[in-house]
């Protein structure tokens, strides 16, 4: 089995989408190992994208993921990594999304796509180790 940091965004908890995408995950047989709704840092959220530092829409990410509560789900199962990718979709809502997934279903910008989850099983390490520190798995 593997673990997966997941992040309902800003505009997914504005939205009112945080149960439909608990439900998607919980429909496709993956399970919640933690769960917590968290107005994040600055400080948390540059490491979490410290990937995308160099990039022109840094500021605006941190700015954005920073401006309201998020929630934070590590998601178990087996291949949970691909698994939740799957489920959200490209990153671009339009272009690269489809019908059917979270952000093809809900998202129109690129930076305003509802949700993140981990790339690899290195990241997922350590952005678990990131948003739930103690958190030893
Ligand atoms: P995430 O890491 O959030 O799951 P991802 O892996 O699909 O998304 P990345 O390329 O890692 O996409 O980008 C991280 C996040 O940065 C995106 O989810 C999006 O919110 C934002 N982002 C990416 N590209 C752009 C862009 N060109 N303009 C604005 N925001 C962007």
Avoid: C, M
């Avoid at 500021?59 to 199962?77: C, D, K, N, Q, R």
């Avoid at 990241?123 to 103690?134: T, V």
């Amino acid at each position: 089995t593997e673990q997966t940091l997941v992040l309902i965004k800003p505009d997914g908890v504005q939205r009112g989408v945080i149960g439909e995408v608990i439900s998607r995950i919980e429909r496709k047989g993956l399970t919640l190992a933690a769960l917590e709704l968290r107005t994040v840092t600055t400080e948390i959220a540059s490491e979490h994208y410290a990937e995308h530092a160099e990039r022109p829409f840094f500021g605006s990410l941190l700015e954005f993921i920073t401006s309201g509560p998020v929630v934070a789900l590590v998601v178990e199962g087996p291949r949970a990594i691909a698994a939740f990718r799957q489920l959200a979709g490209g990153t671009d809502p339009v272009e690269k999304a489809t019908p059917g997934t979270i952000r093809g279903d809900f998202g129109l910008e690129t930076q305003f796509n509802l949700v993140h989850g981990s790339d690899s099983p290195e990241s997922a390490a350590r952005e678990i180790g990131l948003w739930f520190p103690s958190l030893n798995s």
